[in-house]
């Protein structure tokens, strides 16, 4: 089994800063991708970022030029800086990744951390 776990969430004033991590634990895999998404109240899961073992990065258009992703192949871990934030980024991040295990590919969701953006 492969777990993720985040970390760095929290409040922070609009114009603020915060770093995401999560870190990828487990036996025997390769990860693929990995990446953040997001979910405010009432509204649907959306992707923030997602970046592959080849550093190929996607981003929403909501954060391009104000969030940066980036991964530690050797850690198995992803992170997302996230600068300028707005109030509109207030939601829980959840971080994604797509494993090889066993020949087989798995998608991986961790529990979530909350950002919330005050105006």
């Known amino acids: 089994q492969v777990q993720l776990v985040e970390s760095g969430g929290g409040l922070v004033q609009s114009g603020g800063s915060l770093r995401l991590s999560c870190a990828a634990s487990?036996?025997?895999?390769?990860?693929?991708?990995m990446g953040w998404y997001r979910q405010a109240p009432g509204k649907q899961r959306e992707l923030v970022s997602v970046i592959t073992t080849g550093d190929h990065t996607n981003y929403s258009d909501s954060v391009k030029g104000r969030f940066t992703i980036s991964m530690d192949n050797a850690k198995n871990t992803v992170s997302l800086q996230m600068n300028s934030l707005k109030p509109e980024d207030t939601a829980v991040y959840y971080c994604?990744?797509?494993?090889?295990?066993?020949?087989?590919?798995?998608?991986?969701w961790g529990q979530g951390t909350q950002v919330t953006v005050s105006s």
């Open positions: 994604n990744a797509d494993i090889t295990r066993d020949g087989y590919t798995y998608r991986y």
């Open positions: 487990g036996k025997s895999f390769s990860i693929n991708v």
